[in-house]
Structure formats: C-alpha cells, structure tokens
C-alpha cells in the first residue's frame, strides 16, 4: 500500500448488494483502504448470482460467482472477500471480531434485514465503540415506505427521474440504469469521509444513514424548483435541454449518428463566429442576448441542425471545438472503450483477478494531485480471503478457521485452480492496449481451420 | 446536536462555477461555511437558464435556486482595483476552493496553480469537461455534451427518433458528487501530508461513473445497447393502463411474477396467469411478452398510480409509480420524514427543496435560506 493514501490508516467492512454500498466501498478501497466485503452463500450479492452472461448455468455456482464483469471491474476492485454467514453463531462471532478491528461498516440493507440480523448500531457500537456506521436505504430508516422492496428503474420512477427523460407527446422512456445507487454510494463515500474527519480530532464514532431516494430527488432538484414554482409539471424536451440555445442533440451527415453541442452563454455564441458557415448566425442581431436565443431556440436549433446535418459527428465536433465551443458525438459504448483521451489518462485499465489473468476495470473519475487512487487488483473472488482476513483482522487460530468452515459459519473460494479468460482477450488490444493476457483460441483462426477443411482442398 | 455538523470549521470558498453549485450545496449540508463569491450585481448564476417567474416580473435561475441555499454570499469586484487582493485573503483563509473550469471563471487567471500559491493548504477543486490532463483537456465540455461523450446518450430514447437528453442538471450534480468525494480525501491526506491538493474532475468520467449498467465495458462483453423498443421483458419495465397510470415494475423473481400473477387472476377474474408454463425464471415467459404485459396494462386500469404502487409493494413486488414532479413533492413518504425544506425568495411565491439525504446520528441537515447578493459581506469581509 503506498504510504500515500487519504485512507491507509482505516478498514472498511460492508455487506453491500448490487451497486450502492459495494462501489462506496470500492472508493475507499481505490484510496488506500483496507476494503473487507463480508459475503454470504446463502444470501448473495445478484452480481454474484447471475456471473457473466457466456457462462453456462451448468458450470458450478462456486466458479460462476467469480465472473460477473459488472462486480468484477466496477463494483468491487480493490477489495478482499471474506464468506460468513451471519445468521449461524460462529459465523455472527467471527463478524463481530472483524467490526472490533474495523473502523467503518457499510451497508445498503432494508430496514428489515438489518433488524432480522441484528446489525443495527446500538448492537455494533456495543462492539467498537468508535466505529462509523453507514447503511444506504432506499427509502431512510422510517416513513410509510421504509419496508418497501424496490430494484432496477422502481426509485428512478419514484423520484421523478424516469417522467423527466423522453418526448412531450409520448410516455417517458426513463434512463436505462438504477440511478439512485450510483449518486447513493457517493454520499456514502461522502459521508464517511467527513466523519472520519471528525473522528480523527474527537474520536468518535457515527450512525449515518443515506436515503437514496433523498439522493435522487436532490440530483434534479433544479427541475422540482420549477415544478414546485410554477405548480406545473416541466415538460420533456426530447433533444434539447432547456438548459442553453442551442443546447441538445443535433443530425449528423449519417442518418444514425448525431452530435451533441452546448452554447450556454453569450461567450459560447460569440465564438460560434470563428465557424464561417455559422458566422450569419452567431452575429444575427436579432439574437444578441440570452433571452433572445431562448425565445427562438427551434429557430437557432434548425439552422445548427442545417449545418451539422451535412456534416459527420466527429466533423461537427473538431470545428466547434477549435472554435472554443462545447461538443461531442453521441458515441456508443464501443467508442468510449476505445476512446484515446481516456486511454491517455488511464481511465479504463487491465487488473488482475484469481480466476482471469487481467479483468477490465473503471478507473476513478476522483482525480488527485498528490495522492491519486490506487488500482492493483480487480474484485476479490468469492472468499478468496476467507482464512487470511479470519486469521489477521479477527484474531481466529486455525482450528477455529477450519472449525467455521467445517459446519459453514463461513465459506472460502474453491476450484482455485480454474482460470478463466475473457473472450476479448484476442481483439481487446487493438482498441484498448493495454496489459491483457495472451488469448488461448482465436476465433478467427479456428473458423479459417474449419473453412480450410470444409473448401479448401475442392476450390 | 441539532444539526449535522461533521464539517463545522471548514471553509469552502465557491467561485460561482455551474457545473460545482451542487458540491457547494452538499458541503454547506454538512456544516461546512460555504462562500459564494459573486461579481457586482449577483452571480451569472441567478440568471442561467431555465428561470422560474413571479407575478411581478422577478425571474431566477432554477438551478440557482436548487444548489443555493445555505450558502453565504459575499461580493467581490475581481476585475476592480482591490478586488484580487480581497480574494487571496480569502482564499488564505479557506480550506477548500471550489473553482470550477478556469475557462470560465470570468476573472483574470484563476487555477488551481495560482491559488495554492496563495495558501499551500488550499484543496482546489477544478471541473472541466474532459479532465486537466489528457489529450482532448482543452476541449470545453457541458451538462449534455457530458453525458453524449459517455457513451450513455446514444441509448436514450425510441428507436424512431433522435436520442434524447438527460435530466436537467443531472451530469453536473454527477461532477459535484465526484468534487466533493474529491475535496474531503485531500482535507483527509491533508492531515498526514501537512499540504493541500488539487482535485481535477473530468465531466466525461463523472458521467462514467454512473455508467456501469450501459458502460465500456458491456461493449467488451459484444453489448452495444442503442435505443430499443420498450417493455423488453415480461413483467419488467415502465407500463401504462389505460387511464395513463404510469408504473415501473420488476416482477422478474420466480416468487415476484407468482405474486403478480396471482393479483392478475384475482382482479381480472382469469385463471390463465396462473398456468405452470409462465412460472420460472424471466427468461421462461420471453415468448409471452405480449400477452402478460397486456394484462399487466389491464391491471393498471383497476388503480390509481398511488394505489397500484402501494398495493404491488404489499403484495412484494418491487414496484415504483412514474412520478411527475408536481405529485413527487406532495408525496406522503417525503412528507413524513421531513425530507423538504420550505424557501422564500423576494418576488417568487413559497417552494420546497430537498434538505439533504444524510443523517448523523439521528440528526438532518440544519435549516438553511438562499442568500441575497452580498448579504455576508460585513460578516465575512468586514
């Protein structure tokens, strides 16, 4: 660990389920923290259940929980995992053990769990006195909805977030992500910073709660501004953000490709002058001022759109940005994975992992001057850690390790000896070169083999 | 403790920079003392677009409104004689500087260089719409241009028409979240180092960071999603009655879709849900889309949105109605845990923000009011 970390000096533990509470502690593993993720057979993370989409349902759970790519490159680098059941006696004990030697604890469990596995503060502080405490609830820890089950776009909608994205004249489409976990494990990682900034003075513990639908509703605050002033919904604006004029989605040369342009302010108009095409535009007298532009936006749009319909995205893009204005194509997932500004700073890298030589991970859009974030490793497999952490952080001789695993108080990985590959491990370098492990079977040369069989010989 | 006070001491200076207004805000919910610095006659901010009017003609930006509140306001003159001086003392004082894109800070050489000269101790906390670094770090970003250069503009929306933009505002609040993880682990390493840091937030990586579930690295898996017809799985999706009830549901568990088919059966009086070739895993009734999300719509028309919602959840299905955001601020869950924060601003009639959605030991953010222009100057300056 390098000795310059924000968070060298602190362990983390969490019991974390899809996105929120396990990227929180992602975070604080990515800057120097011991990150523990306590993990339960019986109980599992659904990263961990549903594996990776190529893997077939008949290979073993116990290999199948250690592919999933979301868990593997997003979620949980820089962690260990460590198995324990928490609702069998020596398992709950080993836990307890690991909060005495831990500073923070993580969770995004319901109301109900929490309660049913007895891990409310109270009972943990009973055990570290200074321990900081976080659960990410969906709904807080009261209210009408506190016991609600929600998964997937249910909060999105909830929050208003899903009416807001779409077309005035159709249903909302929403976005295609759980929203809320995302912004959700930020004040979580939030959260626990500043009180670890208070503890480091008074040394006291905290309880922290985040409600994540609390999270959400701040995230569009400015729209719910509008709402809540005028008592009229805001209207969905398709391709155009209220935001600017033109601000939004404009037609490209190709009838699939678009490319997005902001002018926000009278600067940005001003230089859409340096463009010669566009010059009549940017010096119409008739849309010198902000609220000029913003009466006749449709107007400004359709003769943007006149210019950049006739030319490709990345065409659009390089003029307007030598001019000095904000733009971008609307690239797919692909581009971005071979985006050569990202590559540059490292954004997207290759991480070792037990089952894969190298899995792809996200780096950390947190950028630091001096103590920037570590990344060493992808997620844990499944109780890779189990002995080691039961040994070091709570305290357990050997007998009492194997005696855990013996009744399955606690688990550990098996088949350590599969290793896996990714089957981009043959093409990804060409996009994204970085450090990826040689690709056993190329597909391409097996298919040539087989058409040489199959056609050579008559042709 | 009455109010949440973990970062009672700090002082954050704010530049007035759109895409940092919510850091500003989020820190200023922690106890932080948060000073927006604002030119002679009030930021550029109070007059971004979209505004919210009065009856009397007053109009201010929604997003100022949004991300102002318990903020200070203190006005300096940076291009008036005395005014840089003004600053540097202040910034001489403060622990954090939210700084924003230096392109656009409106004022001779602001960065992130020249202010830790100032004070050594300063963490400075730029954003900008590709990073600091990097080959494209000169390229002016946006909300929008944000999110299209993550790749997750180009699935949003219907197949027949161009894609469509993110929520208002909702990159850069991703770029504050980011800025604030950013400032408070280098006040942290301050401690161990005995110097500040600059915090450089690139508006593509923020947007990024919320990307897992449509990202780069589906792409390696062969996932391209672009924009696709909706109600792509059974019982899974946003669905409409036919009185316009709005849902998004996800029975997709084997005991979710049994409950739901059973709720099916009993209020639209048919057995056929209840058949054993529906039961299973989600991918067992892909060829039945058509039919269950019929009736699912059906459903709905027995309901309000409200009722729907409340009766799914009793009867475990993870549901949430699509709410409009003039019914989301009269909603009874919000109402009850005190989640809203009324405000009064000369000239506008009464609204509601978030208070904040953290709570330290049993405690919320403290009460907070939206400044007028330089109302902590005698305060803060004097």
């Not at chain 1, 959260?191 to 701040?218: F, M």
């Not at chain 1, 581009?335 to 954004?347: N, P």
């Not at chain 2, 930006?61 to 509140?69: D, G, N, Q």
């Not at chain 2, 639209?268 to 999300?293: D, K, T, W």
């Amino acid at each position: 660990m390098s000795p310059d970390l924000p968070l060298q000096d602190v362990r983390v533990l969490e019991i974390g389920y899809g996105i929120a509470a396990p990227v929180c502690a992602r975070t604080l593993g990515q800057f120097g923290a011991d990150a523990i993720r306590v993990e339960s057979v019986r109980r599992p993370d659904s990263l961990r259940t549903t594996g990776s989409g190529w893997v077939p349902l008949s290979v073993p759970w116990e290999i199948r929980r250690d592919t999933g790519t979301g868990i593997n490159g997003f979620t949980c680098p820089e962690k260990r995992s460590v198995s324990l059941e928490l609702d069998m006696p020596g398992g709950r004990a080993a836990f307890d053990r690991l909060v005495e030697g831990s500073d923070v604890l993580v969770m995004n469990m319901s109301v109900d769990a929490v309660e049913n596995l007895q891990l409310t503060y109270d009972r943990l502080r009973a055990v570290n006195p200074a321990l900081i405490y976080l659960n990410l609830f969906s709904f807080g820890s009261e209210g009408p909805y506190r016991s609600f089950r929600t998964w997937g776009g249910n909060l999105s909608a909830l929050s208003g977030i899903t009416a807001l994205v779409g077309w005035p004249d159709r249903p909302p489409n929403g976005l295609p992500l759980s929203f809320p976990d995302y912004p959700s494990s930020m004040w979580g990682v939030i959260a626990v910073l500043a009180a670890l900034l208070r503890r480091d003075v008074t040394g006291e513990g905290a309880e922290l709660g985040v409600s994540q639908l609390e999270v959400a509703i701040e995230c569009i605050a400015p729209s719910l501004v509008r709402a809540g002033v005028s008592g009229a919904e805001p209207p969905r604006t398709g391709d155009r953000s209220p935001r600017g004029a033109p601000d939004g989605i404009f037609a490209t040369s190709d009838p699939d490709r678009y490319v997005a342009v902001s002018v926000l302010d009278d600067d940005d108009w001003s230089r859409l002058a340096r463009i010669e095409e566009l010059r009549s535009l940017s010096t119409d007298p008739e849309l010198r001022t902000a609220d000029d532009r913003a009466r006749r936006q449709d107007e400004i749009g359709a003769r943007l759109s006149a210019w950049t319909s006739g030319r490709t995205a990345w065409e659009s893009t390089w003029r307007l940005q030598e001019a000095g204005v904000a733009a971008f194509p609307v690239v797919d997932n692909l581009s971005v994975l071979k985006d050569e500004h990202l590559a540059s700073r490292r954004f997207m890298q290759a991480l070792p992992h037990a089952r894969f030589g190298a899995e792809l991970c996200y780096g950390q859009a947190v950028t630091l001057s001096e103590t920037p974030a570590r990344s060493t490793r992808a997620a844990p497999a499944f109780g890779e850690h189990t002995r080691e952490v039961l040994r070091e952080v709570a305290g357990l001789g050997d007998e009492a390790i194997e005696e855990l695993l013996q009744v399955g108080a606690a688990h550990e990985m098996t088949y350590r000896e599969v290793q896996l590959e990714r089957p981009y491990y043959g093409w990804i370098r060409h996009l994204l070169p970085l450090q990826w492990p040689p690709a056993s079977v190329d597909p391409a040369e097996v298919l040539f083999a087989r058409l040489q069989q199959a056609y050579g010989e008559d042709a | 403790m009455t109010a949440i006070g973990l970062l009672r001491g700090t002082r954050v200076l704010d530049l007035g920079s759109e895409v940092l207004a919510y850091a500003g805000r989020v820190l200023a919910e922690l106890g932080a003392e948060v000073i927006l610095i604002e030119p002679p006659g009030g930021s550029p901010l109070r007059t971004v677009p979209p505004l919210v009017q009065g009856e009397d003609g007053t109009a201010v930006s929604a997003a100022f409104l949004a991300y102002a509140a318990g903020k200070r306001s203190v006005v300096i003159d940076l291009n008036g004689p005395g005014g840089r001086s003004q600053l540097d003392r202040l910034v001489a004082s403060a622990d954090v500087v939210l700084l924003g894109d230096p392109a656009r800070a409106g004022g001779p050489e602001l960065d992130e260089r020249a202010l830790r000269l100032v004070n050594d101790d300063l963490v400075a906390v730029s954003a900008t719409g590709f990073g600091r670094t990097g080959v494209r770090r000169e390229w002016r970003g946006s909300d929008t241009v944000a999110w299209a250069s993550s790749g997750m503009t180009f699935p949003l929306g219907d197949p027949d028409r161009p894609p469509v933009v993110a929520p208002l505002g909702l990159t850069n609040a991703m770029s504050s979240l980011n800025a604030c993880m950013g400032a408070l682990l280098a006040l942290r390493a301050r401690r161990a180092r005995g110097s500040g840091q600059a915090v450089d937030i690139s508006m593509q990586e923020a947007a990024l960071s919320v990307s897992m579930e449509a990202g780069p690295h589906m792409a390696a898996e062969g996932l391209v999603p672009g924009r696709v017809p909706r109600a792509r799985m059974a019982g899974l999706g946003v669905f409409s009655g036919p009185n316009g009830t709005t849902v998004d549901i996800a029975a997709f568990l084997p005991g979710q879709w049994d409950s739901l088919a059973a709720w099916i059966a009993e209020v639209l009086r048919m057995e056929e849900p209840l058949l054993e070739v529906f039961r299973g895993p989600v991918s067992v009734r892909a060829p039945y889309i058509e039919i269950i999300n019929g009736w699912i719509a059906e459903l709905l028309g027995h309901y309000t949105k409200q009722e729907f919602f409340l009766e799914a959840q009793r009867r475990g299905i993870p549901c949430g109605p699509v709410n409009g955001l003039v019914e989301l601020l009269d909603d009874e869950h919000l109402r009850a845990t005190g989640a809203w924060e009324e405000h009064s601003v000369p000239g506008l009639p009464p609204f509601r923000l978030p208070r904040g959605p953290l709570c330290v030991d049993g405690v919320g953010a403290g009460p907070s009011r939206i400044p007028a222009v330089g109302e902590h100057d005698d305060i803060v300056l004097g």
